[in-house]
């Protein structure tokens, strides 16, 4: 599991420099911070980019590596990329907070409402990008991004007022309790689908 991981980090080294671009205008402006989780769990989806480039299914289907750690590898890349996104928006946002004189802290839940809604969105992508492959993804993109940014743009909504009536205990309820058992749940959902179909794939 470990060289699977360092092989899909050293595939996308290129982009530390993209998330490095993204903390630094986000210590400048906050907002920016958010992408940097997005980025986190989206890079998964290119790092098969990378495997389809160089035949790496075919490869690794001859060698003994289980299906269960092939696929699971890609969440589990997933998932630290998700972490490490998110400790570096904090980071950022800490710094933003030195900088402006401003109160840290007090866009925990909006970050939180980004990192499991790019996981809910990364459960439905992964199985997809499994089944059709990154090529054909490519016109499929378009409207699975669309419809990740109306859902995370919606969590972004509701941790900005859209939801006056609710009281904290229930605002905090769903934050720190709601979707994060919705991501883990999605995720282990997406897993066995994921399974399943590269199970039945053909290279």
């Not at 993209?18 to 205008?25: G, K, P, Q, T, Y």
């Not at 904090?90 to 990192?115: E, K, N, R």
């Not at 499994?130 to 743009?153: D, N, Q, S, T």
Request: net charge positive; with cysteine.
């Amino acid at each position: 599991m470990k060289g699977l991981l360092l092989k899909d980090w050293y595939n996308l080294k290129q982009y530390v420099m993209v998330m490095a671009l993204f903390f630094v205008i986000g210590c400048i402006n906050e907002s920016f911070s958010y992408v940097l989780v997005v980025l986190g769990v989206m890079m998964v989806a290119t790092s098969f980019y990378y495997d389809n480039y160089s035949k790496w299914d075919k490869f690794a289907r001859s060698m003994p590596l289980s299906l269960e750690m092939l696929v699971g590898s890609k969440y589990l890349l997933m998932l630290i990329n998700a972490a490490g996104a998110f400790v570096a928006a904090l980071a950022a946002q800490y710094i933003h907070s030195l900088l402006s004189q401003t109160p840290f802290g007090g866009s925990m839940q909006t970050l939180l409402g980004f990192l499991f809604g790019s996981l809910l969105f990364g459960s439905l992508l992964l199985p997809i990008v499994i089944k059709f492959g990154p090529e054909k993804m490519r016109y499929m993109m378009i409207v699975i991004c669309a419809l990740g940014g109306i859902a995370i743009g919606g969590v972004f909504a509701l941790t900005e007022g859209a939801m006056p009536d609710l009281s904290i205990i229930s605002i905090n309820f769903i934050f720190f309790v709601l979707l994060p058992l919705a991501a883990a749940i999605a995720l282990v959902v997406s897993y066995m689908v994921s399974l399943r179909i590269y199970q039945k794939k053909e290279f």
